[in-house]
């Protein structure tokens, strides 16, 4: 009972960072077995995405715990590595996000691994995009769109006037607020449009597109509105019955400045009595009227669409499922509800399933989100909550 004690100590001792040293040991009593489980979220130091370590090398790597306790763990020449999915793992594949377990003992106050069971491998960097259509592939006309489930690209241009291509292929997912059952036949030069995927070389491979707008009518002016009356943040919109300015980003990259005043017409498919009000940043708008001194002045102005909310992505490790954090929590195929991941950095966040998320890789679903799972969500930002149109099982749970 007392060895067994001491090793249940030492296993405290080493989560909580080995703020305190491990109980003495004689030269002739094997030191007690300690264990860590978590997310990676430094090697040798270096918390960068793609940081690893060295094959053959001695070296450290950090551990996050769910409690948030972190841990450094030290690896020598006889740290003995295992993998689900690596054939002959070395420290080379101990990365930042990885998820692991780390067994070994404590030394003069240091973890040193005996072992270290990898459970997932580092996952490519999620990246995401927003703005206007510009081309699809290749082609930059008025109407030019994508074909019905094929594989294609498309260059989108966000805010800055900074040009993205974003590569799609028959796994890629499409949502849209105004067009029933979307494929990549409904992304179209000038629509406004958000994609979430992973980064190849200086394109963006899409897991997921939400299409906001449809294609417009021919205007006067017509793109992503940038800023009202002065204001470039998310969510600033005009007041209701007063006059007021706007710009407009444009698909060549020009900007258009737009006044109205209490005589111009708002005209929004899916608002009642629409106005300036309407006319928010990230808003897809078209304005008629005359031009004088470079300024357009508004007699109609037509809002395609609310405004797009830039596509949002996290990962990490699953704390709870539905509220619960035992060991073995799951989702419910086919259900709804919510789970809470700890990122590398220690923050926390909330995502939201409902009915239309969808999982990858095919085949999973709500129950595959299990806590101390390793887990990717993508979809836009209600309230505090990520509301997940995409969920991405990197790992089935570990043994922690």
Same mark, same amino acid.
């Given at each position: 009972m007392l060895r067994t004690a001491r090793a249940t100590a030492a296993v405290?001792?080493?989560?909580?960072?080995?703020?305190?040293?491990?109980?003495?040991?004689?030269?002739?009593?094997p030191p007690p077995t300690v264990k860590v489980y978590g997310v990676v979220m430094a090697v040798n130091g270096s918390t960068a995405d793609g940081a690893c370590g060295t094959a053959g090398s001695t070296g450290t790597f950090k551990v996050l715990s769910r409690n948030t306790s972190r841990t450094l763990v030290r690896v020598t020449s006889s740290t003995r590595f295992s993998a689900r999915s690596i054939t002959n793992p070395t420290f080379a594949n101990v990365c930042v996000d990885a998820l692991l377990t780390a067994i070994g003992y404590v030394r003069n106050g240091r973890f040193i691994a005996a072992q270290v069971k990898i459970w997932s491998p580092k996952p490519p960097p999620t990246v995401s995009v927003f703005g206007i259509v510009v081309s699809v592939n290749g082609s930059t006309v008025d109407g030019a769109c994508g074909t019905l489930g094929g594989n294609g690209t498309f260059t989108v241009m966000n805010r800055n006037s900074v040009n993205k291509v974003v590569n799609v292929d028959t796994s890629t997912v499409y949502y849209s607020? @105004?067009?029933? +059952? *979307? &494929?990549?036949?409904?992304?179209?030069?000038?629509?406004?449009?958000?994609?979430?995927?992973?980064r190849t070389g200086g394109s963006i491979a899409a897991?997921?597109?939400?299409?906001?707008?449809?294609?417009?009518?021919?205007f006067s002016s017509f793109g992503m509105v940038i800023s009202v009356n002065g204001s470039s943040a998310n969510g600033a919109c005009g007041v209701a019955g007063t006059s007021g300015t706007f710009t407009v980003?444009?698909?060549?990259?020009?900007?258009?400045? @737009?006044?109205? +005043? *209490? &005589?111009?017409?708002f005209l929004m498919k899916v608002v009642t009595s629409p106005s300036f009000a309407n006319v928010c940043v990230n808003a897809m708008v078209g304005a008629h009227g005359p031009v004088s001194g470079g300024v357009?002045?508004?007699?109609?102005?037509?809002?395609f669409?609310?405004?797009?909310f830039p596509p949002v992505s996290v990962f990490g490790m699953v704390l709870s499922v539905n509220?619960?954090?035992?060991?073995?929590?799951?989702?419910?195929?086919?259900?709804?509800g919510t789970f809470t991941i700890i990122k590398r950095n220690a923050s926390k966040s909330i995502v939201d399933v409902t009915t239309a998320a969808k999982f990858r890789p095919q085949g999973m679903s709500f129950a595959n989100v299990c806590v101390n799972g390793m887990v990717g969500a993508a979809g836009v930002m209600s309230g505090t909550d990520l509301q997940a149109s995409v969920v991405r099982i990197h790992a089935a749970p570990g043994t922690p």
């Open positions: 405290v001792l080493v989560i909580g960072l080995g703020a305190a040293m491990a109980p003495a040991v004689s030269a002739k009593t607020k @105004v067009v029933p +059952s *979307p &494929t990549f036949a409904n992304v179209c030069v000038d629509e406004m449009v958000g994609a979430t995927g992973t897991t997921d597109v939400m299409i906001w707008s449809t294609v417009p009518d021919d980003l444009r698909r060549n990259g020009s900007q258009a400045v @737009v006044n109205v +005043s *209490p &005589t111009t017409t357009l002045n508004a007699d109609r102005v037509r809002i669409a609310r405004p797009g509220g619960s954090t035992a060991t073995g929590a799951c989702g419910t195929s086919g259900g709804t």
